[in-house]
């Protein structure tokens, strides 16, 4: 990132020399060839800076600095603006547009905020077949990491953190524990089904 400091202050002196330049001296009329080429320069050279933007956020991300730190920086109003033209600026699959990134992002948070919700509501049924599970003793041993997950799940306070542990012991049991496979089965498909009306 200190390279990219560097060329932005080398790009800054630039644009003031050229500045100064311009209405230093007459006006002259480029030809249209001329112009054209300016015109892809600065398209390549914007494609570049968008990527050292998407970088710099990164950085300053880690560096501890919040959405509402970077609203000013970037000449936007809010946090909620300035995560929006990271998300807008980040590389996504091919094809997508900047603000299908920005709604792909927001559908897998509220997918994420609605199940840790379920979780919640129903911790202690989580708890109870993840602690029949861990104790059990007759499991094959490809089963031993997953079991290490949940058990280690266990110790979390957030009951979330058990739904992909426990998933990940769902194919262990349906051989040697289908009851346990059941309720298994039966606990998670309320987190998906949809809500009875009320």
Same mark, same amino acid.
């Given at each position: ?48 800076l968008a990527g050292w933007e998407t970088g710099l956020i990164e950085t ?10 970077? @609203? ?19 590389p996504g699959p091919a094809g997508t547009t900047g603000e299908q990134r920005v709604q792909a992002t927001r559908e897998r948070r ?31 041993? @490809? ?56």
């Amino acid at each position: 990132m200190l390279a990219a400091a560097a060329a932005l202050h080398a790009i800054d002196v630039a644009l003031h020399a050229a500045r100064q330049e311009t209405s230093d001296t007459p006006a002259a009329s480029p030809g249209a060839e001329q112009a054209l080429a300016s015109l892809l320069l600065l398209r390549q050279v914007r494609e570049q800076l968008a990527g050292w933007e998407t970088g710099l956020i990164e950085t300053a991300r880690r560096a501890g600095a919040s959405w509402a730190d970077l @609203a000013h920086p970037l000449g936007v109003a809010s946090r909620q603006a300035a995560e929006r033209r990271y998300l807008r600026g980040r590389p996504g699959p091919a094809g997508t547009t900047g603000e299908q990134r920005v709604q792909a992002t927001r559908e897998r948070r509220a997918a994420d905020r609605t199940q840790a919700e379920w979780a919640r509501r129903n911790a202690a049924d989580l708890r109870r077949v993840a602690g029949q599970i861990t104790a059990l003793t007759d499991l094959p041993t @490809a089963a031993r990491d997953p079991l290490g997950q949940l058990h280690a799940a266990l110790a979390h306070n957030d009951p979330a953190d058990l739904i992909h542990p426990l998933n990940a012991t769902r194919p262990y049991l349906a051989t040697t524990h289908p009851d346990l496979a059941a309720q298994l089965d039966t606990l998670t498909g309320t987190a998906t089904a949809p809500p009875s009306p009320g």
